[in-house]
């Protein structure tokens, strides 16, 4: 028997406050706070509880918008001065303090009058502002506790004091509706649990999640850089980051060739003629940077790569017997992202993306997908992913007139892709209504060390650009047909990637991706003609190795390479001379005695092969 006592009641399959009027023949269900409906309404009640506290400790605040977001919620304020982080243990003790006295959380229906009226007399204009932006009716939701009045279609808690486990973490700048041109607002993001047990496991993952941070990483084992003086969002690849990028571009190029698919490479920049025929000036212009001129024409660096590969298809006439076409590039495209989204290499305004286009007949649609889904889930299980989330997206079906395409090929296309899904046995969560217009897509994301997911693998039909640029192939009766194309990234772009695998691994790769596979620490300089010797045979094995021939002692040699993650360190000293062999040392493991350098190198090499997430030499 549950001893928790319900928090909600779930009402023919909607959550509502306990004390709601219950119908016969309704099907009712208690909801419990440990329940998987209950954190997101913890998290939508704390953040008003945070903006309740905000109007109390701070006189003439206003308050815009508090959603509850994966992991936790936030609310944004326009406040006289500028939060900074030292506020927030002041802003969490009075959030306690609300919560101790238990106020009751009630709903109410008010007048759209009565709603601007209150919002208005009381300072509240963000309020009033979306009170006329959102509701359209007379009548408006707004959810009461104390003094606090906001405007939210609930559910919530009961009351105040079930919220007794939460932290506020950080305090950043926003820009209301995300207007830069807009008021400058204060976001406070923190998190809640039902119980204190829930809240330290969370805040135990999101100081490992510091501690993995690729952007600290990439400057701890000198991988990458962003020069913000010599342009925001754009990422510098240095030596050792570039070795481990040539070694999943040239992975990511063989895999292609096995699989049946030609490289293309296409320009960077290219005439407006061909972004309007593409519909990227008409929809996605804002994401694009301003065009430049050459020879009295407007020409725009690419957002993506599609337009220039269905220009090769254009270059010559096709026949059935010529399909499918499997094209892949790594492109790089640029993108205008508002400066306040950058972060690290996870969102950049310059990035490469793994792009594959499939242009094919419809007869061979399903065996394509089939083929596309296996590529993607064995690529994504090589660089050590094992768990993954599937997400289709499809149509509304209560709307029409809305997307390309016929009703036949959208039917064709969600058919082809569920069917692939099936048959592996892959579980997936269809999403009506989240196709883009052009198309029904799969989504996968991939589970990392810290148990998020992060969107990689997009395989998206497209039946707006094969229309809009009047793609034909001459079929097997003779007339000209529109070929049915996919795009398809599996990585999604190089440097998100990358900055994915730098926190999966905490910067400690797998020896086959690893920048530095081992490196050769001397005892003194007696032993740096051998210790080259050893550096040259590694490298002649194609390992990548490097010396440390510093004057420094080897425990601070040591001390380095741990550092640096490096997997194996190599210790030679005169015995190790005298004899021809080599000591090692893995990376947090510490000596592993002595051994013949061949075997050494065998075994290294065996490992890279088989792509092992074990350090183990035996």
Known sequence: MNKEKAILLKINGELKAIGTPVAPGDAVEEVYPHSPEALEV????????????????????????????????????????????????????????LAKQNQPIRREVWTKAQARDYFLEHGQQLKAELLEEKVAGDEVSVFRQGGFVDLCRGPHLPA????????????????????????????????????????????????????????????????????????????????????????????????????????????????????????????????????????????????????????????????????????????TVYRYERSGTLHGLLRVRGFTQDDAHIICTPGQIDGEILRTLDFSLDLLRAFGFREFKIELSVRDPQVSGKYAGSDAMWIEAEASLVKALTVRQ????????????????????????????????????????????????????????????????????????????????????????APVQALIAPLNDDCLPYARQVLERLRAAGLRAELDSRSEGVNRKIRDAENQKVPYIIVLGPQEQQQGNISFRIHQQGDQGRIALDDFVQRLKIKIEEKSQNYEVS
Not at 78 to 96: N, S, Y
């Open 160 to 331: 105040t004091g079930l919220l007794k486990h939460f932290k506020l973490l950080s305090v950043a700048a926003a820009y209301w509706k995300g207007d830069e041109k807009s008021h400058s607002l204060q976001r406070v993001y923190g998190t809640v649990y039902p119980d204190a047990e829930g809240l330290a496991e969370h805040l135990r993952l999101l100081k490992e999640a510091r501690e993995r941070d690729h952007r600290l990483l990439g400057r701890q084992l000198d991988l990458f850089s962003l020069q913000e003086e010599a342009g925001p969002g754009l990422v510098y690849w240095h030596p050792r980051g570039a070795r481990m990028r040539h070694v999943i571009e040239t992975y990511w190029k063989q895999r292609h060739y096995e699989g049946g698919y030609e490289l293309l490479y296409t320009p960077h920049i290219g005439r407006e003629w061909l972004w309007q025929t593409s519909g990227h000036l008409n929809f996605y212009k804002d994401s694009m940077y301003a065009p430049m001129a050459i020879d009295e024409m407007n020409y725009y660096l690419k957002p993506m790569n599609c337009p220039f590969h269905i220009m090769v298809y254009k270059s010559s006439q096709r026949s059935y017997r010529d399909l499918p076409l499997r094209w892949a590039e790594l492109g």
């Open 426 to 513: 892959l579980a997936y969560q269809r999403m009506e209504g989240e196709a883009v217009f052009y198309g029904p897509k799969i989504d996968i994301k991939i589970k990392d060390a810290l148990g998020r997911f992060w969107q990689c693998t997009t395989i998206q039909f497209d039946f707006n650009m094969s229309e809009r640029f009047a793609m034909k192939y001459i079929g097997a009766d003779g007339a000209a047909h529109q070929p049915y194309m996919v795009h398809r990234a599996l990585l999604g772009s190089l440097e998100r990637f990358f900055g994915v695998l730098i926190e999966h691994y905490r910067g400690f790769f797998p020896l086959w991706l």
């Open 42 to 97: 913890y998290r939508h009640s704390a953040a008003h509880l945070l903006a309740q506290a905000m109007i109390e400790l701070f006189p003439g605040t206003q308050y815009g918008v508090g959603p509850a977001v994966e992991n936790g919620f936030y609310y944004d304020f326009l406040t006289e001065r500028p939060l900074v982080e030292a506020d927030l243990d002041g802003i969490g003790k009075k959030m306690a303090h």
